[in-house]
């Protein structure tokens, strides 16, 4: 028994020191995913409770109905009676199979509707659409638009061109896949296609609680505006959160809201998150995409209303599709975020920042629904 006692006392030491090793051995817990945008100074503004208000998802593909004016060049055809205009209704959804759509064309001729079978081309914006030999038609999306020819055949080698404009619903975005087209490849011009010539940029951030109006900087921060103005006109693509498809044609700011107000700091915006102000990852969302830092070129929080990218930190990696605009001068973010243009009036910043919000998150108890609009 003595020697048992002995053995038992020698190998404590060692069992608790296995102990203590086995419980700094545990497997750490990953850290979620952290929220966007430069850190806040001690929390403001009165608490409140959050009510959720959750838009409808948006729709994908061709989906109508679609308004489209119809010009027609009779020059090859004396003998056919001229129609200058005609108005027509589209309805363009996805085939059951094989990736085709069929179109459904309705007004303006005895013979209507017509039928139209096709599919989208591999650039993913010209829809190209037959209807056996007689009649065709090539689409190319331009913005929220589809223009292009549609070839009617009449006698002979006589046949009848038709310019086409058709609208698309601002709502229902096209459906690109599953992999980024723009990859890579998205430019400036891109961003600016079908904008008239001009030397200043502008973007004008409306909301009930004022229009912040901003000057966007292409020549100091190119990257950073094409993709901010390529978003928020809908010609860059982004991943929607929602289906994880890639769309394209859909004002990627409209209907967002502010989630992040610091009165005497910054506002802040532009997460995909935010059209469901119920979802507790709002502030760690973005375009499915990042780009880099432009963090060298020479502007600085140097006056209030300065807009820029929002990031995880410095070089990080992490700049997507969040913006903040600062109340104040803020020195300390210099270097940290990219500057791409200025901002005001002070006074709509400063009502933004100051919509009644959490203490804890700044998190705004109901959602300040932005519009935004790219002009020269």
């Known amino acids: 028994m003595r020697r048992a006692l002995i053995i038992a006392l020698l190998c404590m030491p060692a069992l608790a020191a296995a102990q203590k090793a086995g419980k700094n051995n545990k497997a750490a817990t990953p850290p979620a995913t952290a929220p966007q945008g430069p850190p806040a100074p001690a929390p403001q503004g009165p608490a409140g409770p959050v009510a959720p208000a959750a838009p ?42 094989g990736g085709a759509v069929v179109a459904t064309e309705k007004g303006g001729a005895k013979t209507d509707p017509k039928s139209y079978t096709g599919k989208l081309a591999a650039d993913g914006r010209t829809l190209e659409l037959r209807a056996g030999t007689q009649a065709g038609i090539d689409l190319v999306v331009d913005g929220p638009f589809l223009a292009g020819r549609h070839v009617a055949v009449r006698k002979g080698n006589c046949a ?6 058709a609208e ?20 400036l011009d891109k961003a600016l296609a079908g904008l008239p010539a001009g030397k200043s940029l502008f973007a004008d951030i409306v909301t009930d609680a004022g229009t912040i109006t901003c000057e966007l900087f ?3 921060a190119p990257v950073s505006v094409a993709n901010f103005v390529g978003l928020a006109r809908g010609l860059r693509a982004w991943k929607d959160p929602q289906t994880n498809r890639w769309v394209r044609y859909r004002a990627y700011y409209d209907g967002l809201a502010f989630h992040r107000v610091i009165p005497s700091f910054i506002v802040q915006g532009g997460d995909p998150l935010s059209r469901d102000w119920a979802n507790p990852n709002i502030g760690t969302g973005g375009p499915g995409y990042t780009i880099p830092d432009e963090t060298q070129n020479g ?30 001068r803020t020195p300390q973010l210099d ?23 959490s203490a804890q998150t ?15």
Request: with cysteine; aromatic share 8%.
């Open 335 to 357: 270097g940290g975020y990219t500057v791409f243009g200025q901002c005001g009036p002070i006074d709509a910043i400063k009502a933004v920042a100051r919509v009644p919000a």
């Open 218 to 220: 292409t020549d100091r």
């Open 56 to 97: 409808p998802a948006p729709s994908d593909g061709f989906h109508g109905p679609w308004k489209a004016t119809m010009i027609a060049d009779y020059s090859t055809c004396p003998d056919v009676k001229p129609t200058s205009t005609r108005v027509v209704s589209w309805s363009i959804a996805p085939e059951k199979s």
């Open 168 to 187: 698309r619903p601002n709502d229902q975005p096209l459906d690109v896949g599953e992999v980024d087209p723009d990859a890579g490849a998205w430019t």
């Open 299 to 328: 502007l600085r929080f140097d006056q209030p209303g300065r807009l820029a990218m929002a990031n995880r930190g410095p070089s990080t990696g992490t700049v997507g599709s969040q913006f903040f605009v600062n109340e104040v």
């Open 160 to 165: 009848v061109l038709w310019t086409v404009r």
């Open 362 to 376: 700044n998190k705004p108890d109901m959602p300040l629904v932005m519009k935004v609009v790219i002009r020269r």
